[in-house]
Every structure is written in structure tokens, then in C-alpha cells.
């Protein structure tokens, strides 16, 4: 009986230490001792081959430019130059009517290619003259004017103000001058792509020394030059 008790025990330790178990050898052993396991196999580690080719961009990607000229942005705000010929009727208050021309330039901006709100700036010389049975009037300025209007592919349309900056008008023998004397404009006609027809019209109000302070009304056409 106890041959076979024994045995028994025997049989059972060998199975527990061949299955990698811990053999509990009463009170003193320690329970928090973390498992020997005979087998336990290492992880595996694959190491990567640096020598394979980077990655090839896109063609597209690569090749790929950005376009700065204004027609891949037809909606962005661009700049032009005009330069313009005016002639037409000039009214002089007191006196025969008479004529004007006008050689003026300037930058303007225009919300979108061929369309939008556009504003800008002229100036130049302009000079009137008008004759009667005894004398010639004339008078000559510089101007400078401020505009702002819709312009839609044909159909164009501005309202400015600005100044006769610097001016003299001979009138009935009187010699006057003057500074700064303000004036209004409106041109309507059409744009085409380098030039403008337009209506020119315009009133100013001719403050001076030295002669009468006088209305004058202007009203002809005005043929631009445009870089648009």
C-alpha cells in the first residue's frame, strides 16, 4: 500500500515538471514567482531591406507648374492701362459754344476678366476754345479724375469726380486762373477688347482769380486704348 502511494506521487511530480509547472514545496514558496517554461520560444524579428527603391512621384504631381497668368483666374481682381482721345462741344457760360480736346491716361482695376465692377483714374491736358465776331476764348487745364462703374463683356458704364488741378482761361480779354476747381464725369459706350466708344460728358465749376468764375459743360466722345 504504501509501494503504490509512492508510485503515485511519484508519477504525478514527473508529469508536472515535464509540462514546465511549478512545484509548490509548501508554505515558503513564493506565489507572486512567475512560471519557468521550458519552451517558451524568442519573437521572431524580420529586418527590413533599406536597400529597396524610394517610392516614384506622379508624373502629373511632378510636372505640375501654377499658373500665374490672369486667364487660369478668370474671377480674380486684375489691373489695365488706358490712354484715350476726347473731342466734342464745349460750353462756356456767357459765351458762344465752342470746342475741347482732351489727351488723358490712367490705371484701372476690374473685379473679373471682361466683367464686373471696375474703378480707376485719368488724368491729362485738356484745352477749350470758342470764337466770336470780335475775339477768340480759350483756356487750357490739367485734370486728374477718380472713376468707378460696371463694365459687362460690351456695355460700359462709369461715373467719376476729380479736379481741373491747374487751369487759365482767357474769356472777353479777362485772364484768369485757378486751383483745384471740381469737377464731374459720365462716360457709357462700349468695350471691346482693346478699345472703348464712349460718350464722354462733363460739367466743372471754374473758380479763379483774376476773371469771373464760370460753368462749363462738356459733352463728346472718347476713344481708350486698353491693355485688357
Not at 32 to 43: H, I, K, L, T
Not at 68 to 85: K, Q, Y
Not at 168 to 185: C, I, W
Amino acid at each position: 500500500m504504501r509501494l503504490r502511494w509512492i508510485l503515485s506521487v511519484w508519477f504525478v511530480t514527473g508529469n508536472a515538471v515535464a509540462q514546465g509547472q511549478p512545484l509548490q514545496q509548501g508554505p515558503a514558496a513564493n506565489p507572486s514567482d512567475e512560471p519557468v517554461r521550458r519552451n517558451s520560444a524568442a519573437p521572431l524579428v524580420i529586418a527590413e531591406d533599406d536597400s529597396s527603391p524610394p517610392p516614384v512621384a506622379d508624373p502629373d504631381e511632378r510636372d505640375y507648374k501654377p499658373c500665374l497668368h490672369e486667364s487660369c483666374h478668370p474671377h480674380r481682381w486684375h489691373d489695365g492701362v488706358a490712354a484715350g482721345l476726347s473731342f466734342g462741344r464745349a460750353f462756356v457760360q456767357g459765351i458762344e459754344p465752342g470746342f475741347y480736346g482732351r489727351v488723358d491716361v490712367g490705371g484701372y482695376s476690374i473685379q473679373r476678366r471682361r466683367g464686373g465692377w471696375i474703378a480707376g483714374m485719368l488724368m491729362g491736358p485738356e484745352a477749350w476754345w470758342s470764337r466770336s465776331d470780335d475775339y477768340t476764348d480759350w483756356g487750357a487745364t490739367w485734370q486728374i479724375m477718380l472713376y468707378g462703374g460696371i463694365q459687362q463683356d460690351l456695355p460700359f458704364a462709369v461715373l467719376g469726380i476729380g479736379f481741373d488741378q491747374l487751369f487759365v482761361d482767357r474769356v472777353e480779354q479777362d485772364t484768369g486762373f485757378g486751383l483745384f476747381a471740381p469737377q464731374a464725369m459720365a462716360n457709357v459706350g462700349l468695350d471691346t477688347e482693346g478699345f472703348r466708344f464712349l460718350v464722354d460728358g462733363r460739367v466743372s465749376y471754374r473758380w479763379q482769380f483774376g476773371a469771373d468764375d464760370r460753368t462749363m459743360f462738356r459733352l463728346g466722345g472718347t476713344l481708350q486704348f486698353t491693355t485688357d
